[in-house]
């Protein structure tokens, strides 16, 4: 990372999709230093939401460079995700005016269902136009979303993954990266939790630390957003060549339309 090469600062990598964050050290100093973070960062830092903001400024390069707080922890194990702690966190940032507001004012995008039925049907790559079982729960996906009910758009993390669940040596939950924000119906943030890290038996009791009652109507859009991610993760894994977690893909789908909304087969 070439920037303020003269400021002191020893730059190391971390982890990351981007490629562009990074641990800084000067002296006795030590931040998580990004680039190109999202100006909602700091709306998300005032509610404790994320680690503090320390300071933010425009490099040479013209990138904006964000400085956070950097904290000793770890990222959450799979069983962690079904705990209160992640419910109750989850619920603060669906629920939160003032981050709803943030996001819209920052230019945060809008996602709707019909957004999401566009996204995939573009370009998409004649073998998946043409499979029978893919066809047939998008097809069903494009029907029932003309009937679903309309829900106020909230704030979704989008990449709700243990991997942005940070856990500091003074036990404050955080969730970080966020990249991919927007505003939507909160079960789209629901639908990649549950499936993922929650056992169906236990969705109405996780779903109770959330502060939601697990109506018919709730489980069948979380079921609807699954889908559609699902979906969306066959067509990325198809177009970069990766078959088998593609595969994966299709089996989770075919999972999730063996099941009916109150859990039945």
């Not at 707080?69 to 619920?91: D, F, I, P, Y």
């Not at 029978?132 to 993390?157: D, G, Q, R, Y």
């Not at 630390?209 to 979906?231: F, H």
Request: aromatic residues 10%.
């Amino acid at each position: 990372m070439n920037f303020e090469i003269d400021s002191g600062w020893k730059l190391h990598p971390v982890g990351g999709d981007t490629g562009q964050a990074y641990m800084g050290i000067r002296a006795e100093e030590k931040l998580f230093l990004k680039r190109n973070s999202s100006p909602f960062l700091a709306a998300l830092s005032v509610e404790g939401i994320t680690p503090r903001l320390v300071w933010t400024k425009r490099i040479g390069n013209g990138d904006v460079l964000t400085a956070q707080e950097w904290l000793n922890g770890r990222t959450l194990e799979g069983k962690e995700m079904s705990s209160s702690a992640v419910a109750q966190l989850l619920s603060r940032i669906h629920t939160s005016e003032p981050l709803r507001s943030m996001l819209s004012r920052v230019g945060g995008k809008e996602i709707t269902p019909e957004i999401l039925l566009q996204n995939y049907e573009k370009e998409l790559p004649n073998d998946l136009q043409n499979h029978p079982l893919l066809n047939s729960i998008f097809t069903n996906l494009k029907i029932e979303a003309a009937t679903m009910k309309s829900v106020t758009p909230k704030v979704c993390h989008g990449d709700i993954y243990q991997k942005n669940w940070l856990l500091s040596d003074q036990n404050r939950l955080y969730l970080v990266d966020w990249d991919s924000a927007m505003l939507a119906d909160p079960a789209m943030d629901l639908s990649m939790l549950l499936f993922q890290y929650v056992q169906r038996e236990n969705w109405i009791d996780w779903l109770e630390y959330y502060g939601v009652v697990a109506t018919n109507e709730l489980i069948e859009r979380i079921l609807w957003y699954a889908s559609m991610n699902y979906l969306t993760q066959t067509k990325r894994h198809h177009h970069e060549s990766r078959f088998y977690e593609m595969n994966k893909d299709i089996l989770k789908l075919q999972t999730i339309h063996s099941v009916a909304p109150d859990g039945r087969e």
